[in-house]
């Protein structure tokens, strides 16, 4: 794989990584609030 | 404004007499300064030449491990003993207890590295081809940079996990201008080619302007709970 | 209510896509450096947003420190967040590409250095929110901001006038060379891409961290309501 290709793999592979961060360390937030409507 | 003074005087004054009589954090500062400029002189085996260009690093790097081992507990006696808390409801200005802090630290990290250059100069054999005076300007500005920023943030780092993890963490990046300039001057100095004053001038700026957001920014961090 | 988010984002990635036929297909080849050269379109603007994203943050630190309020340090986090995502980037295609056209990774010169030194003391802004105890910690990471941004300036000033015993590559031909009309457009392109995308994000961070805020209010009135209901039973 080029550096061209590299890069640009990389710029998205950075950007994927933070959104799956923050769906993981977010969901238990959803289930929560899921279970508190059911109150 | 005649509080401030007092007030710092009077801080400065109860550690430097704390650290006299116990002389924890300086033993244990001076003990760690030798043996990084042993180790440094193991590693590495300049020419006379080299050692010119390289010292003015080396010093600096033994400093800033120093300056780092002093600070982590330079509030440790003050968390001991609640002195914090007493402070935060006293109507003492929290500047004075910034000031006298810095002061009293600025004053240890000058010991020891008064006490370390000569250790130095032995073991590299330097000497200085440029003049050698300014280099107590360059270690009073530049050790005035590291503890100013280092006293500051060990307060931040106060209430903190791992707070001796986060100290270098967030003082390193901030410092790293100010080791530049150190380190330029030095070596400038040593080496004896061109002139230290555009490195003196910039530390002198940089002291001016991280000393006023210190004091500007230190009362929001005392009352930080 | 409906949200909005769907379609902005379906927006953003319009937009992206569009930057990305600009940097790999309508842009024209550059003639020194060749295909290498549209890492250019990536690099630059991420850096741009980076900047941007972290102005933001100081700005917002600035604001918190003299009004305290919760939402404007959720707003401070998320752009504090998505600029170190960005400023990744920056660091990693910047490599990518001086590598094959200087031939070194990296070279200490006040505008990589000061990038880095960006990147670093937002990585510790970070870390100390995430280990601070205690419920001032909004406070103490925006005096860290407010520290870092002064620092950057001087950052930069330090590497001009004490670090040129090397020569410096110049990086980022396309200033000051005479930038071809088409190549802009695709830089601009993807500037615009990139921003939406960083709008977007920080705005869903800036919603979660609303949510877990709101939440957090929500068990701490619970527990001290909790012994009342006790005692009514």
Redesign the interface.
Known sequence: M???N???A??WL??IA??AY?AVK?AP?KR??EE?RKK | MSTLFRVTRATLAKDLRLEWRSKDAFNAMLFFALLVVVIFSFSFEPTAEEARRIAGGLIWVAVLFSTIVALNQAWARELRHQVLDAYRVSPAPANALFLGKTVGNFLFVLAVELLMAPLFIVFYNLRALGPSHQMLYVLALGTWALVVNGTFFAAISLRTRSREVMLPLILFPISIPAVLAMVSATTTILTGEGSARLALTFLAVYDVVFTTVSLLLFESVLHAE | MKSPLPILALLTGALLSFGLYQARVAAPTEQTMGDIQRIFYYHVPSAWVAFLCFTANVLFSIHYLVRRSAKVDALAVSTAEVGVVFCTVVLVTGPLWAKPVWGIWWTWDARLTSTLVLWLIYVSYLVLRRFSTGSQKPVLAAVLAVFGFVDVIFVYMSIRWFRTQHPQPVIGGGEGSGIHPDMLFALLANFAAFLAFALLVVWVRYRLERIRHSLDEFHALAAVRAPEEARSR
Do not use: D, P
Request: charged share 5%; glycine share 0%.
């Open positions: 080029n550096h061209l590299l890069a640009y990389a710029t950075i950007h933070y959104l923050l977010f937030l929560e609030i508190l």
